[in-house]
């Protein structure tokens, strides 16, 4: 259960994972581990929210790893630079998909049916922004088709739809303090970018692409957790996403708002809660 005791992150608290990028690590866990319970995960992917440091990642990856031992773990960071530069953001996270669409069998997965073989873990909007992603790379790799693994997934702090206060101090928050300008500057130029495009801000786009019908016949089900007290993301957006899933199909299994939660810091206010959870949406409780 949730009272499972992590492993202790090491100085270099995700030395083990196998690095693929600068953005992707991967790790399989040894024989031991992977003969341990039955109902595990195959994969676990973790979606990092933006600039997240190592150090803060590893305690929710030790986490799973006390929950899950025979799960193997796929790991996808979203560094800064992702934002300005989104053909990099395509070109690093590219070394994931191969590892999730070896799980994608097409037709358990088209008929909706068959035990979820995968647990999608996604912070913020940085892991909005990458799902999104892959879910582009996927439909590149199947002629337009979103083909995904039978799933389960989990929701922590997203998403947020884009408003301009928030997305500043997101962006902003792990800048120094005269950086603050540039951040205004730099949305307003995206901003006026995407309008002359047509297209609606990256946040929106991302929400919208993990509330798409199809994806409703690979998710088993999908959890929120969420917070009133988070300053990065409204959790008035978390409830209208879970509201225009249920709409698009999508089994919402849980929406737990964490009162005082703040952004990616709700375990910090009931962890048994919080990972109780986690668990009872994979195991469909």
Same mark, same amino acid.
């Given at each position: =259960?949730?009272?499972? +005791?992590?492993?202790?992150?090491?100085?270099?608290p995700?030395?083990? =994972?196998?690095?693929l990028?600068s953005?992707?690590?991967?790790?399989?866990?040894?024989?031991?581990?992977?003969?341990g319970?039955?109902?595990?995960p195959?994969?676990?992917? !973790?979606? /990092?929210? =933006?600039?997240?440091?190592?150090?803060?990642?590893?305690?929710?990856?030790? +986490?799973?790893?006390?929950l899950?031992?025979?799960?193997?773990?796929?790991?996808?960071?979203?560094?800064?630079?992702?934002?300005?530069?989104?053909?990099?953001?395509? *070109?690093?996270?590219?070394?994931?998909?191969? $590892? $999730?669409?070896?799980?994608?069998?097409?037709?358990?997965?088209?008929? /909706? /049916? @068959?035990?979820?073989?995968?647990?999608?873990?996604?912070?913020?909007n940085?892991?909005m922004?990458?799902?999104?992603?892959?879910?582009?790379?996927?439909?590149r790799? &199947?002629?337009?088709?979103?083909?995904?693994?039978?799933?389960?997934?989990?929701?922590?702090?997203?998403?947020?739809?884009?408003?301009? +206060?928030?997305?500043?101090?997101?962006?902003? +928050?792990?800048?120094?303090?005269?950086?603050?300008?540039? #951040?205004?500057? !730099? %949305?307003? !130029?995206?901003?006026?970018?995407?309008?002359? %495009?047509?297209?609606?801000?990256?946040?929106?786009?991302?929400?919208?692409?993990?509330?798409?019908?199809?994806? !409703?016949?690979?998710?088993?089900? *999908?959890a929120? %957790?969420?917070?009133?007290?988070?300053? =990065?993301?409204?959790?008035?957006?978390?409830?209208?996403?879970?509201?225009?899933? *249920?709409q698009?199909?999508?089994?919402?299994?849980?929406?737990? %708002?964490?009162? @005082?939660?703040? &952004?990616?810091?709700? #375990?910090?206010?009931?962890?048994?809660?919080?990972?109780?959870?986690?668990?009872?949406?994979?195991?469909?409780?």
């Open positions: =259960m949730a009272s499972n +005791q992590p492993v202790a992150p090491p100085a270099k995700l030395s083990f =994972m196998q690095s990028n953005v992707v690590a991967y790790f399989e866990p040894p024989a031991s581990s992977a003969a319970p039955g109902n595990d195959e994969l676990i992917v !973790v979606l /990092g929210w =933006m600039a997240a440091r190592d150090l803060h990642l590893a305690k929710y990856i030790a +986490q799973h790893r006390a899950f031992p025979a799960s193997r773990l796929l790991l996808v960071r979203y560094p800064l630079a992702h934002i300005v530069n989104e053909a990099r953001g395509y *070109r690093e996270v590219a070394p994931a998909v191969p $590892i $999730i669409s070896a799980l994608a069998e097409g037709a358990d997965a088209a008929a /909706g /049916g @068959g035990r979820p073989r995968v647990l999608f873990h996604v912070f913020s940085g892991g922004s990458n799902a999104a992603k892959l879910h582009v790379l996927l439909r790799q &199947h002629g337009g088709a979103l083909v995904l693994p039978r799933h389960v997934t989990v929701f922590d702090s997203c998403p947020g739809y884009f408003r301009w +206060q928030l997305a500043h101090r997101a962006i902003a +928050q792990p800048l120094p303090w005269w950086a603050s300008p540039l #951040v205004h500057v !730099v %949305l307003a !130029v995206m901003w006026a970018w995407f309008n002359a %495009l047509g297209r609606a801000p990256p946040p929106d786009e991302n929400a919208d692409a993990l509330v798409h019908p199809d994806g !409703v016949r690979s998710e088993a089900r *999908r929120y %957790l969420y917070g009133d007290g988070d300053d =990065m993301v409204d959790w008035r957006d978390v409830e209208k996403h879970a509201a225009l899933a *249920r698009a199909g999508f089994d919402v299994a849980r929406l737990e %708002l964490f009162e @005082g939660g703040r &952004h990616v810091a709700h #375990v910090r206010v009931d962890s048994d809660r919080y990972w109780g959870a986690v668990k009872a949406v994979w195991e469909g409780e």
